[in-house]
């Protein structure tokens, strides 16, 4: 009987031991830190659709055990229901904090873009930043039932995008991205810049376009609306624009290549036959040569009041231009252009 109760508080004590061991092994699998790196966080990006073996590929490397991680992922069920997006690791994170952050802390990224001259350019440049592809982007910009429903056509489709710093998520896709760029556009061409528009003979898309030929005119800010008045002074007066940077976008669309660099128009270049070329058609062009900043918008729609047709750049003061109301003066101001050119031997 003595023997019985001996092994009776035995087996007692040793199933008191397993327990134990197994509730502190469940309880060091969740709540011990499992990180291997040594900065404050890591970021990771988990794709859209994820499977378990593509967030181990991204997750691994940053944790002591993934097995452990593994276990406790699937006892909260996060395995069956894997979000994609941009996450971040904190150190010393254990694997309850890590599974939580990855189930509900999404974190959005900064997305910028400048002054790209095609949807192709700018496709390269957001599928760098999010998880849409270049291809997918392309398809959306392109779609001619959404250009059309907004009022936009093949020639015109680029100023929907306004260079600038936007938020979105990581996983982001094409579609998303477009519709809230449109959305910016819409908020951005509120009531108050219509009718600036408007009283310039305008609409929102033609106020894109020439701003784009102001954005390649001048890259100072402060020189862009006196630049748009000499441009609006010669619509005003069904002057032809004579562009240079029009000329040279005829070029590059002409030839499909937009990194073609050229320092020198000439005159050749001048006969062009391309609805772009301002030398030979009056008014703007079909659509912008660029997307302009929000600077070299708010240039036309705010224009500086002046008397002044022509301008040409100034080698005196590199960067600004010499404006002229004649000309005969315009001539004289080209000359030191030309010199300027010629002595550093700038052909092309």
Same mark, same amino acid.
């Given at each position: 009987?003595? /023997?019985?109760? !001996?092994?009776?508080?035995? @087996?007692?004590?040793?199933? &008191?031991?397993?327990?134990?061991?197994? =509730? *502190?092994?469940? *309880?060091?699998? $969740?709540?011990?830190?499992? @990180?291997?790196?040594?900065? !404050? #966080?890591? /970021?990771?990006? $988990?794709?859209? #659709?994820?499977?378990?073996?593509?967030?181990?590929?991204?997750?691994?490397?940053?944790?002591? #055990?993934?097995?452990?991680?593994?276990?406790?992922? +699937?006892?909260?069920? *996060?395995?069956?229901? $894997? +979000?994609?997006? +941009?996450?971040? $690791?904190?150190?010393?994170?254990?694997?309850?904090?890590?599974?939580?952050?990855?189930?509900?802390?999404?974190?959005?990224?900064?997305?910028?873009?400048?002054?790209?001259?095609?949807?192709?350019?700018?496709?390269?440049?957001?599928?760098?930043?999010?998880? =849409? #592809?270049?291809?997918? &982007?392309?398809?959306?910009?392109n779609n001619v039932d959404f250009l059309k429903s907004n009022d936009f056509n093949e020639d015109t489709k680029l100023s929907l995008y306004l260079p600038n710093t936007y938020e979105f998520y990581w996983n982001t896709n094409a579609k998303d991205f477009r519709n809230k760029m449109l959305k910016e556009y819409k908020r951005f061409w509120n009531d108050e810049r219509k009718a600036k528009a408007k009283a310039l003979n305008l609409t929102p898309n033609k106020v894109v376009t020439l701003a784009a030929i102001v954005q390649k005119e001048t890259v100072k800010v402060d020189e862009r609306p006196k630049v748009a008045g000499v441009y609006l002074n010669r619509l005003r007066k069904g002057i032809p624009l004579q562009a240079d940077p029009t000329v040279i976008y005829a070029i590059k669309k002409e030839t499909g290549n937009y990194d073609t660099i050229i320092k020198r128009v000439l005159y050749r270049d001048l006969e062009m036959e391309s609805p772009y070329n301002t030398y030979k058609n009056s008014g703007l062009p079909p659509g912008p040569i660029t997307m302009p900043d929000i600077s070299s918008i708010n240039a036309v729609l705010n224009p500086e009041k002046h008397e002044y047709l022509y301008f040409v750049a100034n080698v005196s003061n590199?960067? *600004?231009?010499?404006? =002229? +109301?004649?000309?005969?003066?315009?001539?004289?101001?080209?000359?030191?252009?030309?010199?300027?050119?010629?002595?550093?031997q700038i052909r092309r």
């Open positions: 009987m003595k /023997n019985l109760k !001996k092994v009776i508080w035995a @087996t007692a004590i040793l199933g &008191l031991i397993i327990c134990g061991f197994f =509730a *502190y092994s469940i *309880y060091d699998a $969740i709540f011990t830190p499992n @990180t291997s790196f040594g900065n !404050k #966080d890591a /970021n990771i990006y $988990i794709p859209s #659709d994820a499977s378990v073996n593509e967030v181990k590929e991204q997750l691994s490397p940053l944790l002591k #055990d993934w097995s452990t991680f593994e276990a406790v992922a +699937k006892r909260k069920g *996060y395995t069956s229901n $894997i +979000k994609g997006g +941009k996450y971040v $690791i904190k150190q010393g994170m254990n694997n309850n904090d890590i599974v939580n952050a990855l189930r509900s802390r999404n974190i959005p990224v900064k997305v910028s873009f400048n002054n790209q001259e095609t949807v192709e350019a700018l496709a390269g440049r957001i599928a760098s930043q999010l998880e =849409a #592809d270049s291809v997918s &982007l392309v398809e959306a910009f590199f960067g *600004y231009h010499m404006f =002229a +109301k004649t000309l005969a003066q315009h001539n004289r101001n080209k000359e030191q252009y030309i010199r300027w050119l010629n002595n550093q």
